[in-house]
């Protein structure tokens, strides 16, 4: 299990694979699910041109790490991957990623669906955008199911 | 006994700080203590959410001395 | 939209990232969701040394490519990247992969769990499996929900 | 008319051909055509898939002259 937040930019898929690497699975999973969050150049008709991540040190990490291991021990998962920006991030650019890894498909599908889901209600992150009429703090996100 | 209370995103823009150390009786619901800080600075601010030593805590919950008390808007994170 | 039947081992997230680079959506994508389906070296109880995974030339590729187009429709997707392995396959090296582009995350939870339950029920494809106790075709998938 | 029909998998190995051309009169139904196939083998074979010009057809499917027939068991990708 890893869960990082970061202050530059990365690639997801460079992530997974250079995670999965030093993991010693081969031939144990079957199923790998992952979602990768990125920032859109528009938010409800709104043109934006960056955004500021901001979190809160030391809860955010204690909290994802909760909805990890809660999720592992639900759907038997094999590993967790969960990467998080903050700071100022660009248009196009990576803001999270996670990645479940279990024996078949049902459980890394609703296990990687389901952390993101509890990481968007719960996980305290804050996104502030700048848009093309100033800036502005998001006030919810859009639903999930 | 004091505790120290950081803020958040928005809420922390419109403190105009991002922490302090507040004086309040030992046993002190957290909900008494978000009403004492947005009287004295005379604020308005719905959906607050509220942890105590980065845990998710319930507005009755009673404030020891030295917690870390965070006050801060929904999350938007992902 | 690729959809691509391979004979030679590929790393799924290369493939999606190399896929990524060549498209023309840097801001106007916020989601995306894969699934890449791995050699496992068990299979109900049973030790897996090898597969050789078979398929119908021309309908299998329809086939997906019929499945890739109506999740567009359904869910507004930006892209769909489906790559399937045939041949013998290995312990650990990836056998599918399915990923999906959108706006928002649940359009493309939704679509890429769909055309891989699709692809599963579907797709013109069979697994003879090589374990301890001799050679077998698999004669049903676990299910998906 | 002629039909080509093909095999895949269990099956092919079961009847011990990939494909053959069959002889069958126009608009048989592609479930008679099965019938012949497994009669005239000898041999059993449960829930068969059918696919007429690298389509899904149902049972009832008339074929035509010149269609590429495909029997195969239930499909196992992914």
């Known amino acids: 299990m890893l869960i990082e937040i970061r202050k530059k930019p990365f690639n997801a898929y460079q992530e997974i694979q250079a995670y999965l690497e030093n993991l010693d699975l081969a031939g144990q999973y079957g199923a790998t699910a992952s979602f990768v969050g990125s ?97 502005q703090w998001v006030e919810k996100n859009t639903p999930g199911y | 006994m004091q505790v120290s209370v950081k803020y958040f995103a928005s809420l922390r823009e419109l403190m105009g700080e991002a922490s302090s150390v507040i004086e309040i009786e030992e046993g002190t619901p957290i909900s008494q203590l978000w009403q004492l800080i947005i009287e004295n600075k005379n604020i308005e601010f719905e959906n607050v959410m509220m942890a105590v030593n980065m845990e998710y805590v319930k507005s009755e919950h009673q404030l020891k001395s030295g917690d870390e008390v965070a006050f801060f808007p929904p999350v938007t994170g992902g």
């Open chain 1, 39 to 135: 920032m859109r150049d528009f938010n409800e008709d709104k043109k934006v041109t960056y955004m500021t991540l901001e979190h809160y040190p030391g809860m955010t990490e204690k909290h994802l790490e909760t909805i990890a291991k809660e999720a592992i021990e639900k759907w038997q998962l094999l590993d967790v991957l969960i990467l998080h920006r903050v700071g100022k991030v660009k248009i196009s650019e990576d803001i999270v990623l996670v990645a479940t890894w279990s024996a078949h498909r049902k459980e890394a599908f609703e296990s990687c669906r389901m952390i993101m889901e509890q990481l968007k209600s719960g996980a305290p992150f804050w996104k502030k955008e700048e848009t093309n009429s100033g800036s």
